[in-house]
């Protein structure tokens, strides 16, 4: 068995995002103004390239990028699509009605529209000519502890079979022990998870909800949306209890960047985000645009959008986090990329200082905290802190509360709102349909496709690019199959089917007259869904091999 490697270094960063990339850009901005003996610094990032699993709309507030990289147009940063027109519409099921006015929060002029995977490679190449050392391809599997103290990471081991034994190619992970680590491992990262949960880092914070966006990219034989173009709908095909919304894009290259955004916090069981973004498609007002068009790439990501009261404790002995493992996201602005990079840059102030003075201790990290609160990034999420928890109460009362917001400043008698788990919010078969709950069951037809406009999950895949080694064991540990096949079954009808965007979980024939759960581990597009929605929390989502999983390019 070969020896597991340690590698030493000062500050260590999980995960190549904007947050992560940000954070490293910055510790070498600050090092170059330094001088002297510059300190080690290392990024990790789990996807075969950095980029490879980023996914987002995305329209990008430049505000951050401004700040961190002042010459980014010298340098060719791939943000030259600029908004030119804001839309919202309003969506019944066979009509759209476009608001008279862009509410503020939508107001997009001056961003730019962007392929988030192309950025964060370009924010990539700035990191490495700053000589950091960026290495693809290893995620980070464990955190490494001194008592309470994060000490590093351990990445991934390599070549273990089905069932976690070494085969002829193991290559044990490496542990990366560092004075300070900064996690950016992204939405419900498995890192930062532990580190919460371990800590208590998320006491007397809200718990975080999510959503789940369902992203295409099409191409289209002409022109339907000028580039620039920004069009978002409200509406159909949610209902009014259902948190969420649609973006459409316009791309150069006659490309529609278009998606659903469902929030992880509906009520009803049988609820289905595929289908929903299915539907959406076959609207008249969506299907026009795509109609003749052809499906380049497709992709699925959670997003946080709990706001500022569910931002956990950022940082404790040895560690910060950052980015959108610690939630920053403006939901009602549907943006997060900027506050995400502002967070890194953060960090890495925070960091500098922290290692160069020889104290990382949570008191002395706390700084960090401190600077967070006097930045752009309160300035934007505070007065939003209940707009989220609004929507809770049904699309009228979200958006009446988030008119009221930019009066009031997002007071409300009872500040911060409360808010619950969007796994607790899924209500049993028997409560959602009473009476009803078999037939509701027995009525769902199978989903026809007709591979124009709608298409299967499997195929919905294949145009992610998704790679995983089929012979290397499961990265999603469902702890209790026993649930899945019998509590699971009845009181939910077993929603893993239907909340996974990528046909992962499938109840079969067990061949003993029941049903169990199979799970498709190859087909897993990292959107970490199941991770958040499972109503039993039985589910950890954990890194597959490093460099497997979706190759979002252009996404
Ligand atoms: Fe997303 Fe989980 Fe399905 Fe993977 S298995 S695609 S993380 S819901």
Redesign the pocket.
Known sequence: MPDREVLDVDILIVGAGPAGLAAALRLAQLQKAAGGEPLSIAVLEKGREPGAHALSGAVLDLSALRDLIPDYADRQAPVDTRVTDDEVHLLTAGRAWRLPFTPPPLANHGCALISLSAFVAWLATQVEAEGIDLFSGFGGAELLWDGHVVTGVRTGDRGLDRQRQPTAAFEPGVDIRATLTIICDGVRGNLTKVLVQRLGLDRDRLPQVYALGIKELWETPDTRLAPGRVIHTMGYPLRLHEFGGAFLYGLPGNQISMGLVTGLDYHDPLFDPHQAFQRLKQHPFVSTLLDGGSLVKYG?K?LPEGGWHAIPRLASDGVLIAGDAGGFVNSLRLKGIHLAMRSGMLAAETAFEAVRAGDVSAARLARYQDAIDRSAIRTELYPVRNVHQAFGHGLAAGVAFAGLSMLTGGWWLRDPMPATAGHERTATLADFYGSAAETAVARRSAPKYDRRLTFDRVTGVHHSGTHHREDAPSH?LVHDLEICRTRCAVEYANP?TR???????EMVDDGQGGRRLQ?N?S?????????I?DPYQI?D?VPPEGGDGPQYDGM
Do not use: E, G, Q, R
Request: proline fraction near 4%; charge should be neutral.
């Open positions: 699925a959670a999603l893993c909340f996974c965007p990528a046909h992962v979980y799970i581990a087909n897993c597009v990292h959107c970490k869904t199941c991770d929605m589910i989502w």
